[in-house]
């Protein structure tokens, strides 16, 4: 008797055309929103470096009597400027979200309906390897971590 051949098969679930349509149209009005998101910290920390500046060159003035309660207000400002910097950090975050939902929206309108000839692909870049960006849980003034 002679062995019989047989090619493994990979697992894979028929879905609905309509379903995948919808999955798909879901993941890019998501990646839509997480951009306009990002646009929104973005103007955001914009006006808030400039009333942080402002208020930190008033409070520079050398008319201005040196007290204790003058100087923690100070620190405080510099502290504030300082978490501001969380910004970068979410847009990292949300620009990484995005490419991943926008790749699997393709990935899977590709996988499910194929091309047609003619049909130009979208041009998605690979959907990242590293789960997340940004390591950095918390600052500390001074302190830097380059990722």
Request: aromatic fraction near 4%; include cysteine.
């Amino acid at each position: 008797m002679q062995p019989t051949m047989t090619t493994p098969t990979v697992p894979a679930v028929q879905l609905p055309v309509m379903l995948v349509a919808e999955v798909q149209d879901a993941l890019l009005v998501v990646v839509h929103d997480l951009t306009r998101l990002d646009g929104l910290l973005a103007h955001t920390m914009e006006n808030l470096m400039e009333r942080f500046t402002s208020a930190s060159a008033t409070l520079a003035d050398p008319a201005l009597v040196d007290s204790e309660a003058l100087d923690a207000v100070r620190a405080a400002l510099h502290s504030a400027v300082t978490e501001l910097q969380f910004q970068d950090m979410a847009s990292q975050l949300i620009n990484h979200t995005s490419k991943i939902l926008q790749g699997c929206a393709y990935r899977l309108a590709a996988e499910s309906m194929g091309q047609e000839d003619g049909e130009a692909v979208p041009f998605v870049e690979e959907v990242p390897e590293r789960p997340n960006p940004v390591t950095q849980d918390e600052m500390d003034a001074g302190s830097i971590e380059l990722f």
